[in-house]
């Protein structure tokens, strides 16, 4: 009987280190969204991701106020691949690459930006402002 009981505890407690439950579903993390729970939980992971993403996005501002740009950089591109539809960070980042000299590439940052936040006015103004200026060089 207590080899039973032993036995029952143990496996209760693998459960719960597991994180098994009955409510538990197949995972699929498609396109930065997790689905594994549904609910609440699923909108505390996203605010979660959002605020990390934000934390990043933040950490890239201070590098880029310090000139420290390649780092800056990099804070700005984890912030995107946290939240892709983060369009500040891609802003940001376009902002980062002309400070690198890399006009093109912010073009590009600014135009996927603006696919996933079209009505965004920073990111249309700053495509139109770099074309115009690469028209009269």
């Known amino acids: 009987m207590k080899k039973f009981i032993l036995f029952t505890f143990i496996f209760g407690l693998l459960l719960l280190i ?22 609440l939980d699923a ?3 996203q605010k979660m991701a959002r605020d990390y993403a934000c934390d990043h996005k933040k950490l890239g501002d201070r ?3 310090s000139c ?14 946290i939240d892709p539809t983060y369009a500040e960070a891609y802003y940001m980042l376009g902002l980062t690459y002309i400070k690198l000299g890399e006009k093109q590439k912010a073009i590009e940052i600014f135009e996927e930006g603006l696919k996933m936040n079209p ?4 990111l ?7 074309k115009k200026n690469a028209s009269g060089d």
Request: hydrophobic content about 25%; overall charge positive; aromatic content about 8%.
């Open 119 to 122: 009505g965004h006015r920073k």
């Open 18 to 39: 597991s994180g098994c439950s009955k409510k538990s579903t197949v995972h699929s993390h498609e396109e930065g969204v997790c689905q594994c729970t549904t609910g």
């Open 63 to 65: 590098y880029f106020r």
């Open 68 to 81: 420290k740009y390649p780092e800056a950089k990099l804070s700005y591109h984890r912030a995107i691949a």
């Open 43 to 45: 909108k505390l992971a």
């Open 124 to 130: 249309k103004k700053m495509i139109r402002k770099i």
